[in-house]
């Protein structure tokens, strides 16, 4: 009896354990409590040491009082501050949260105004990170200060990365500094997209620090929604929408609604994508506005991270973890100028340190995954485990991330995987199982095929060119690229969304079609908007495309022929079936669900 209120206490156990065991051990030692109190032996002492019994009941009641206190308030306990470290106390149990309906992709609109962090910000200070940018420098500060009013555009803060002839120079001359109301700041030598945040940053003064690609024109009226959506919590960090920049006119190359939002993926990527809610999980890179006083709560950027890449991640996942959040605001426009390899006007001027991208998104991942960590040893281009020669990690010591999850008491990242359910239960990154898809031996034309795996032709991670390839090759059960999963949000699904798609595990690649003997597949579109995606794997050992989108008006059926390739056809006609293969649940989803069987406080 003794261990209930002792287990409760010092592991966390969730509200309903004392509640449960109060009710079910009360009659229990009711029984003991009257012979203690009123039998024959019983002595003239006070109660509570005559009768061990009333004093367990006591000491029982006390904590189910505690834990009742405690779930009323809402109490976050902080997690475990070591980087590899087991996850810290949490809250609601498991059937509270896991696999649930999605709702978060129904979620209200943003919130209108969080009390406790509402303010009335006036100014904005634009910084500008340009590296050889030239004539493209000068455009996107005229647009800046063209779209912004007066009163409201504090400064445009130039950061030159060393650019030959300097942007101070030419084409930004001092007369055109002072129209513009340009502040300069030089770096004689190349530095890196993230230096150059950082700098321009720090030497901010406005209300709103709004940080914008140097190849970009902000629609008009684009201020408002920043100064509104950041006024209402100085934690947030809010997005513009990002259209098409037409670089001849430098003008909004067309109309439609553009993009925000991104989720991060365990290769530490990031992918785009669209759900119905306000909320953006993972920033795309350098287009937004956050509060002053945020910013240097959250200390800007991890400042041993170099070149470009990877701060998007970092930033992301201080802001949701550690008490802000990140928002859209649909009706700030800017339009971005995307890199094209066949004009080379839009190629970068500057040269990325070799690996310094792949550094930088170690850097974000360790420091934030915590024990998910462990999952970024199955993508090789991370190096995960090598040492550098003084045996430190290769990528770096990251204490100065660990300081702020530290000093601003951050949550997990299973809080915030859940956050985002509707991306990473309902969209399959956590799937309940991996499989082998091996073909069977019932129709008549497999033959030599029987027995081989659909095995994915690339590389663990993402795909560099957005597409892939799945062939037949003999099973290997030691080779993951022959690992599929459920995938994509099923729309037409309320209760369990997840799935409506087959996924190369550990890629970023989907089935779409069949083509010269061969599985197309493409980056998967986690929302489950796109046809071409929904295959599954059907109950009678079918690999099926649920609309027929691929050859005619029914549904076609993978099947293997006696020669090896792939086609597909009518599954009326077909014979073809497929055996899910040594099912396997991966690591990211056991440690998701033992978060969320813990019973702990975050998952609602």
């Known amino acids: 009896m003794w261990l209930v209120p002792i287990i409760s206490i010092v592991f966390g156990f969730a509200l309903w354990i004392p509640v449960f065991l109060s009710a079910a051990i009360t009659p229990v030692e009711i029984p003991k409590l009257r012979q203690q109190l009123f039998g024959n032996g019983a002595k003239k002492q006070l109660p509570c040491l005559r009768a061990p019994a009333l004093m367990r009941l006591v000491v029982l009641w006390v904590v189910q009082a505690w834990w009742i206190i405690l779930w009323r308030a809402g109490l976050d306990t902080p997690d475990a501050t070591d980087e590899l470290s087991a996850l810290g106390p949490l809250g609601r149990s498991h059937s509270a949260g896991l696999r649930g309906s999605g709702a978060v992709a129904r979620r209200s609109p943003v919130k209108a105004v969080d009390s406790a962090h509402a303010w009335a910000p006036q100014t904005l200070s634009v910084v500008l990170p340009c590296a050889g940018e030239g004539d493209f420098a000068l455009k996107t500060v005229r647009a800046v200060f063209e779209s912004t009013p007066s009163e409201v555009l504090h400064e445009i803060i130039v950061v030159d990365d060393g650019s030959d002839p300097p942007l101070g120079d030419d084409p930004i001359t001092p007369d055109l500094q002072r129209k513009y109301r340009v502040k300069i700041l030089r770096h004689k030598e190349t530095v890196g997209l993230i230096g150059a945040k950082q700098d321009g940053g720090a030497a901010a003064t406005g209300d709103i ?8 024109a902000p629609q008009p009226g684009w201020h408002s929604s920043f100064l509104r959506l950041v006024g209402e ?3 947030r960090i809010v997005v513009p929408m990002i259209t098409n920049l037409d670089i001849d006119s430098w003008t909004q190359s067309d109309s439609g609604g553009g993009m925000a939002k991104c989720y991060l993926t365990w290769d530490a990527d990031f992918k785009w994508f669209n759900s119905e809610d306000p909320y953006v999980p993972v920033l ?13 709560e959250t200390r800007g950027y991890d400042e041993h991270m170099h070149g470009w890449g990877g701060e998007n991640l970092d930033q992301s996942l201080r802001c949701w973890l550690c008490g802000g959040e990140i928002v859209m605001a649909k009706d700030a426009k800017v339009a971005h100028m995307w890199r094209v390899p066949s ?4 190629m970068p ?16 991942a360790v420091a934030w995954f915590g024990e998910y960590a462990e999952k970024l040893r199955q993508f090789p281009e991370l190096r995960a485990g090598e040492t550098a020669a003084d045996g430190t990690p290769w990528y770096g010591d990251i204490s100065n991330i660990i300081s702020v999850r530290k000093d601003l008491n951050c949550k997990s990242y299973s809080w915030f995987m859940h956050r985002f359910k509707h991306v990473y239960e309902d969209g399959g990154l956590l799937p309940r199982e991996t499989f082998s898809l091996r073909v069977g031996g019932s129709v008549a034309d497999s033959g030599s095929s029987s027995g081989k795996c659909l095995t994915y032709t690339g590389n663990a991670g993402t795909s560099s060119d957005g597409r892939g390839t799945a062939t037949l090759q003999e099973c290997d059960a030691r080779n993951d690229r022959q690992r599929w999963h459920g995938a994509n949000r099923d729309t037409s699904k309320a209760e ?20 010269g003997g061969m599985v197309l597949t493409f980056v998967c579109d986690v929302s489950g908007a796109s046809d071409e995606q929904l295959w599954e794997l059907s109950s009678d050992g079918h690999v099926k ?4 989108s691929i050859v005619g008006s029914s549904h076609y059926c993978l099947e293997a022929g006696i020669d090896g390739n792939l086609k597909v056809q009518s599954c009326t006609e077909s014979g073809g079936v497929w055996i ?13 669900q033992k978060a969320s069987l813990a019973g702990y406080g975050w998952f609602g």
């Open 284 to 296: 795309s890179g350098g287009l937004l506005g956050i509060s002053r006083r945020w910013w240097n």
């Open 580 to 592: 899910k293969d040594k099912p396997v649940e991966p690591i990211e989803s056991r440690l998701y």
């Open 496 to 515: 369990q969304p997840c799935c409506s798609a087959l996924k190369a595990w550990n890629t970023d690649q989907c089935m779409t079609s069949v083509q």
């Open 233 to 235: 919590n100085y934690r």
């Open 209 to 216: 620090i709004v940080f914008f690609d140097c190849h970009v």
């Open 343 to 346: 004009d080379p006007r839009t």
């Open 545 to 548: 495309h649920k609309v027929g």
């Open 349 to 364: 001027k500057y040269v990325v340190p070799p690996g310094a991208a792949a550094a930088n998104r170690m850097r974000a």
